[in-house]
């Protein structure tokens, strides 16, 4: 077998992932966007190349040899932006995971260590592949060596062979640094010679082979200008021709044998996939195989015939329900374990038994269960109401650490140390794979998840104790899982003729700004064709092409953005876009989820998901639909009260982040501006700019509120800069600007990072809890993910208690006074009510007072309201 050795470029790998990819999250909210497209580009390497051996050698500082011939090698360029940095630590772990050697060494760069290596394996007889984003490593190439250079995108090469670099240039490799020593390059700021660029450069080195030979020829070259230039300027030459120039003679401390690929761990690279969210990926892998270690079995019975002895105590209750949407109520069969035993009921058994439907619904026969929101639904959507539920064991076990997100029953007992479940996927498959298997299976299964309940809740009460989030449990989250599984239930009403009206209306609107995009364009297109959109812009409108990807220009939203002042065209193609977008996420995609018997769309609020605590929509996402855009918010006037003599009634916090910071930050300024009722924003842009409130302009507020919430998310300068479309520096000059104007949050940022070091998490106002090992990392960007994400949970996660807190109390308030007004939806700081118009005015005054109260802060909370017949007209 022929050995073949590829080496690949680390940084400028991830480089080119970062910025050819949008920022993208995890659910932990770690940015993900440079090691998705470094995972990437590695899979596709080792499918295409099928490498004996593999390395990705890494830079392993800022100095190097090359800054002792010139200090300002490298000199100009950016910091990092952290939200890269932070995935520095991914990228190595993805290649620990994958089994691939990964190296670095002081004073050398990873260009240096593939020069040496490449050099090595050449002698050696392999065949030499190398990636990069940097041409400087073409002067590599040769008959064994090809270097391979990202062209678009990530995954899109260049392959850059002698004879390529022939054809190209009209050059040798070995001249590639010749050339970089004459025209010099920006990006590593060798300076080169002033004025002479690659084609001047390119024309010399056809007539004199090498700088040197160039130097002691100066007399032959043509034009006067170059001859000064080069006389002037010869030291430069040499000097950047050295710079230039890759060392092969790296005192490496290993041997090329000791980087033979073998296979990758499996589970690891699952976990790791798993971890930063990646499913696309996650679906081409081998799923690890579950254990086969020998698994206690649970003793239970199948009962067949229900008698009130079997549910005279407080009992374990679980429902299997079986398809991923609960509305639909698949329930494959329920498991009771007790005092008396551990035992499986057949769906059909209990739904035709008053016995077990009384105890269901007395709501002093206490019960624990697992997901308390979706046990009730499924049962409710089979006519059984579920009462007297005192614990929710994977509620308790979110609450214990946010930060896991066990895919079901089975994964959340393993984190409390149990193992006596199988997982789902083992008993029933996965994917079209998934059915019901032999009785005997699921039904034991199903018992032992009862079984297993009893003693999940006695772990979890002791640990929910030890970190005081006992209250947090009973008074915050159980309550509000019976209340969002009443909302769900209500669901909320549409107007399916309205909705197919707006579809249409959008329909002419995209045909009008169609026919004005070809107008301007002068040639008809398909305008949602990258290729041919970017064939229009940039080639026959002349725009200049900023971003290239592997199927040819690039144009994304934010390309689009850029070049929006360049041409007229490009408006309404973002327009097209949204619009777009519109008529099939929201008009067409929420016309499929409508119920068809009762015209109500059934949102499911996930309750135990993001690590702040905020409440998320998914099937649909109602919190998502866009209102920027007045067509988008014309979509709201598709629901409606369910009752023609009721109305939509919105109630909403004012800024309540940043009123939480003000109160957990104790900052007299902020607290001050918040008493007397000043636009927060202005007020900040007085402070920052050091000017009075009547001379703050739109700009200057509208940079202060990006930093105002920005600060809230803990944003870097990078982030602000790309925000606010200004120079990086500038963002940073801002931020500086803002934590002298207000030294109490200065302080507590400085506080809330020292407390989390201390005790590896933060907590909200009512206790919440996130665990942040990060904080402790001895790799300084993970460390500053950690201490950004110290600084905004506790804020964050405040702000969500406190709004789940207000829908707890709204909800009892309502039910004393025995109103009939119903909350449909919670979307983000805002409550949505449908009520009947007799009870109006009583919901004017009981909502904005009983929501202001939901907490004591050293800052007033304030909240808004309006309504309409429509939640488009509630706003």
Not at 52 to 58: G, N
Request: aromatic share 8%; charged share 30%.
């Amino acid at each position: 077998m022929k050995k073949k050795i590829v080496l690949i470029d680390g940084n400028s790998i991830a480089y080119r992932a970062f910025f050819a990819l949008p920022l993208l999250n995890n659910n932990k909210g770690v940015h993900t966007n440079a090691v998705y497209g470094f995972a990437m580009m590695l899979l596709k390497v080792m499918e295409e190349e099928k490498p004996t051996h593999l390395l990705v050698a890494f830079d392993a500082g800022k100095t190097t040899f090359r800054h002792e011939t010139y200090s300002e090698y490298k000199g100009g360029r950016q910091k990092t932006p952290p939200e890269l940095s932070e995935q520095f630590p991914y990228i190595r772990e993805l290649l620990k995971a994958y089994s691939i050697a990964q190296y670095e060494l002081e004073n050398y760069e990873a260009d240096d260590i593939i020069g040496t290596l490449s050099l090595q394996a050449e002698s050696d007889g392999f065949e030499v592949k190398i990636y990069s984003g940097d041409k400087d490593l073409t002067q590599l190439a040769s008959d064994q060596t090809t270097v391979c250079i990202t062209k678009k995108g990530i995954t899109d090469i260049e392959e850059y062979t002698p004879a390529h670099i022939q054809e190209k240039y009209g050059l040798t490799p070995q001249q590639i640094i010749d050339m970089k020593g004459l025209m010099g390059d920006s990006s590593d700021n060798i300076p080169g010679i002033p004025g002479v660029g690659e084609k001047t450069a390119i024309k010399l080195l056809k007539q004199f082979e090498t700088v040197e030979k160039l130097l002691g020829s100066i007399d032959e070259v043509s034009g006067k200008k170059l001859k000064e230039k080069l006389e002037e300027h010869q030291e430069l030459a040499v000097m950047s021709k050295e710079l230039a120039t890759i060392s092969r003679e790296v005192p490496l401390d290993f041997s090329i044998s000791s980087l033979e690929y073998r296979e990758p761990d499996e589970q690891k690279v699952y976990e790791l996939f798993k971890d930063l969210g990646f499913n696309s990926l996650l679906d081409k892998l081998n799923r690890p195989a579950e254990s086969t270690e020998e698994r206690e079995q649970v003793e239970y019975k199948v009962v067949k015939e229900l008698d009130e002895d079997l549910f005279s105590s407080s009992s374990s209750f679980y429902v299997e329900i079986i398809t991923e949407n609960y509305h639909q109520a698949d329930i494959a069969g329920l498991g009771i374990s007790g005092e008396k035993g551990t035992f499986f009921l057949p769906l059909e058994t209990a739904l035709q038994s008053d016995v077990f439907k009384a105890w269901a619904a007395d709501d002093s026969k206490k019960k624990a269960v697992y997901d308390a929101k979706r046990t009730i639904i499924g049962l409710r959507r089979r006519g059984v109401e579920l009462k007297g539920i005192d614990f929710d064991v994977w509620l308790a076990s979110y609450l214990l650490n946010p930060s896991e997100s066990p895919e079901d029953f089975a994964a959340v007992a393993r984190l409390h140390g149990l193992t006596s479940v199988q997982t789902d996927e083992a008993v029933y498959g996965k994917g079209a794979k998934r059915k019901l298997p032999d009785e005997e299976v699921y039904t034991e299964h199903i018992a032992s998840k009862a079984a297993v309940i009893e003693e999940l809740k006695e772990v979890c009460l002791k640990e929910l104790e030890q970190n005081e989030q006992i209250e947090l449990f009973y008074e915050l989250e159980l309550p509000l899982a019976l209340i969002l599984a009443d909302m769900e239930t209500e669901g909320v009403q549409v107007d399916i003729g309205r909705l197919k009206e707006m579809g249409e209306d959008l329909k002419n609107k995209l045909t009008d700004i169609e026919q004005t995009i070809y107008r301007i364009a002068g040639t008809e297109f398909n305008i949602n064709s990258p290729k041919q959109l970017g064939s229009v812009l940039f080639e026959k409108l002349g725009l200049p092409p900023i971003k290239k990807t592997k199927t040819g220009y690039s144009t994304s939203a934010d390309v689009l953005e850029k070049l929006a002042p360049s041409h007229e065209i490009v408006e309404h193609i973002l327009h097209y876009r949204q619009l777009g977008k519109l008529q099939s996420t929201y008009i067409e995609g929420l016309l499929k989820v409508v119920d068809k018997d009762t015209h109500k769309i059934h949102t499911r609020f996930n309750q135990a998901l993001t690590q702040t605590g905020r409440l998320s929509s998914t099937e649909p996402n109602l919190q998502n639909i866009p209102i920027r855009l007045e067509e988008g918010r014309k979509i709201r006037q598709a629901f409606v009260p369910s009752d023609p003599e009721a109305v939509i009634f919105a109630a909403d916090y004012s800024q309540i982040e940043l009123r939480v910071l003000a109160h957990i930050a104790d900052d007299e300024r902020l607290i001050d501006a918040f008493k007397h009722g000043l636009d927060i924003h202005t007020a900040t842009a007085a402070q920052v700019f050091h000017v009075s409130q009547d001379e703050v302009d739109s700009n200057m507020r509208r940079q202060a509120k990006a930093v105002n919430f920005g600060i809230v998310y803990g944003i870097s300068d990078y982030g602000l800069s790309q925000s606010l479309g200004i120079t990086r520096k500038e963002a940073g000059l801002f931020i500086e600007r803002y934590l002298n104007s207000y030294p109490g949050v200065k302080e507590y940022m400085e506080d809330i990072v020292r407390q989390a070091k201390e005790r590896g998490y933060v907590t909200t106002l009512l206790h919440r809890r996130r665990y942040i090992p990060e904080i402790t990392s001895r790799n300084f960007n993970v460390r500053g993910f950690g201490e950004r994400t110290a600084m905004n949970t506790p804020i964050q996660g405040s702000a969500a208690d406190i709004i789940k807190k207000a829908m707890i109390d709204v909800a009892e308030r309502v039910k004393e006074e025995g109103l009939a007004s119903k909350l449909l939806l919670q979307v983000h700081d805002e409550l949505i009510f449908e009520v009947p118009k007799e009870e109006l005015d009583v919901m004017k005054k009981l909502v904005p007072e009983v929501m202001e109260q939901a907490v004591e802060l050293n800052v007033p909370l304030k909240v808004d309201y309006s309504y309409g017949s429509t939640w488009y007209d509630a706003k």
